[in-house]
Every structure is written in C-alpha cells, then in structure tokens.
C-alpha cells in the first residue's frame, strides 16, 4: 500500500511546494526545504545505523569458521551439482507434478509460514547469528505486475515485512521466503541471505521445503558450471531426471512472458543500484555468490 500511494504522496508534496513559494511568508520555502530533508535523513539515518551495518559487519564465511574459496573450478562445481542433484531428486519421489507448472506445493500459505518459522527457530538454535524470531512472510497484492520487474520477494525494511511475489512457480516460494525473512532477521547481503535460507530450509522437516533449497542452490550452481565448463554442464544436465527436467521446464515456459521488457531493465538498475551502495560491488550479481559459500561449507 506504502508503494501503491506513494505517487500520490509526491504529487500532494509538490502542490504544497508550489502553494509554499506563492505564499508571501517570509522564510517560508526554505523552512519547507528544510522540513522534507530533515524526514529524509531522519529515515536514512535509521537505515543506516541499523540494517545498514549488516553490509559492513562480519561475513558469513567468518560466522560460520570457513574459508572463502580462492577459485572455484569445474571439479567443485560438478560435485556440489551432484550432491544437490541427488537430494533433490529423493526429496522429488514424494512430490506431485503438473506437466505445466512443473511441483505442487501440498499446502496453504498460512502452512508454509508455520513451517518456514519453525525451521528458524531451529536454526537460531544450530547457528547463532540467525535470530531467533517468529514472524511470517507477506503476499504482495500485485504479484502479477511484480513479476515484469524480475523481483520474486523483497524485504521492506520499515515496516519489518517479508513480501513475496506468489505469481512465481511453487517451488521458489519455500526458498523465496526463507531468503527474505533472513533478511528479516539481520542477514543483510545478498548471497548470504541466499545461504542462510538454504541453512533454515535444510532444518525443516518438510519434503517440500527441502527440494525447494536444494533445486533453487542447484540453479546457481548449475550456471556457474555452465561459466566453467561448457562440456561438463551438458553432460551434467542429462543426469537431471525427469521431474528435475520438467521443473525447469516449466519455469522457462512460465518466465517467456516477462523475460524481455523495460520494467525489468529499470528494476534491475535500481536494484544493483542499491547493492552497489551498500558496499557490493557486483550489485545483483553478488546473489550468485552463493555458490562460494556452498562449496566452503557443505559436506557434499
């Protein structure tokens, strides 16, 4: 609703600048001036000295007594590839699939909030630098129109909400959510939030929400083999399997529609934008990071 009125909010800022600069009060713009800067630094400066630090503090590989990899080559890449490939497809065996939407998740939103806030009060538990909140994730109204922006969940830093765009294929939604409420807990960058959803998917007793992080971390697993080796990753994709392989499918079938538009340029602009300011440099190629922490930490 915030984003929805907020042309309106600008628009009623302007017709009052105006009426400020006829008035013949003394003083009176630049106390205006003033005033609206003074909202604007005041809500910066929040940002700033809370979540903003997140981006600053101590990395996820020191969190978790890693090392981060000085290269990662085909050999790694394939063999986490493998791991990920394997447990999905055993997660896969007790999962319904529709040949055009690809997985069904077997339950409600409300479900899935309970589920997903479950598995972080039990990785809050394993790992210490998660907190231990409960606090469930949002569907965004539009979710439909959000999906020509590329965004498929976005964390809303005043309001404290997790906000998912429930237009993509049912097996984003379980990692979707857990990447925005780690966000919602403190994990500020983008590839750790990547991984700590991963963390708070792999401690939930669910099938469903385990298949989402394994196949969701195998993607940018996969395209970082795709980079490094051209031969391995063809090869790799034939091992998929038939449930994997409709999976992918069916989100391609489903991305066609939005893939090329000018919505999506503008957001990604903005975004990388944002990443870039808060001190990473690759912008919205940081979330591909992921894959470092993966090869650091998981016994695979």
Do not use: W
Request: with cysteine.
């Amino acid at each position: 609703m915030i984003l929805i009125l907020l042309p309106i909010l600008l628009v009623l800022l302007a017709i009052k600048a105006v009426k400020v600069i006829r008035s013949s009060e003394k003083y009176a713009y630049s106390r205006y001036i003033c005033a609206v800067f003074s909202i604007i630094a005041t809500f910066y400066s929040l940002f700033v000295f809370t979540l903003g630090t997140s981006y600053q503090g101590t990395t996820l590989y020191e969190k978790l007594d890693v090392e981060k990899p000085k290269y990662e080559d085909s050999t790694d890449l394939l063999a986490l590839c493998e791991y990920l490939r394997d447990n999905a497809k055993k997660c896969a065996e007790n999962i319904t699939f529709n040949e055009m939407t690809g997985s069904v998740m077997p339950y409600s939103r409300d479900e899935l909030n309970r589920l997903l806030n479950d598995a972080c009060i039990k990785a809050a538990e394993k790992y210490k630098f998660i907190s231990p909140l409960r606090s469930n994730f949002k569907d965004v109204i539009l979710s439909p129109y959000m999906t020509y922006t590329h965004i498929s969940g976005v964390y809303s830093y005043y309001t404290g909400e997790a906000n998912i765009n429930t237009s993509f294929p049912d097996y984003t939604l379980p990692f979707t959510a857990a990447h925005e409420m780690s966000h919602q807990r403190g994990i500020a960058r983008e590839e750790e939030a990547n991984f700590v959803a991963y963390l708070i998917c792999m401690e939930s007793d669910d099938n469903y929400i385990r298949y989402s992080a394994y196949i969701n971390l195998l993607e940018y697993v996969q395209s970082a083999l795709y980079k490094a080796d051209k031969s391995a990753y063809k090869a790799f994709s034939y091992t998929l399997g038939s449930d994997i392989l409709l999976e992918f499918r069916a989100y391609n079938a489903f991305f066609d529609k939005y893939r090329e538009n000018v919505v999506a340029d503008i957001s990604q602009t903005v975004n990388d934008t944002y990443l870039q300011s808060q001190g990473q440099s690759a912008g919205t190629m940081s979330y591909s990071f992921v894959v470092g922490l993966a090869i650091a930490y998981l016994d695979y």
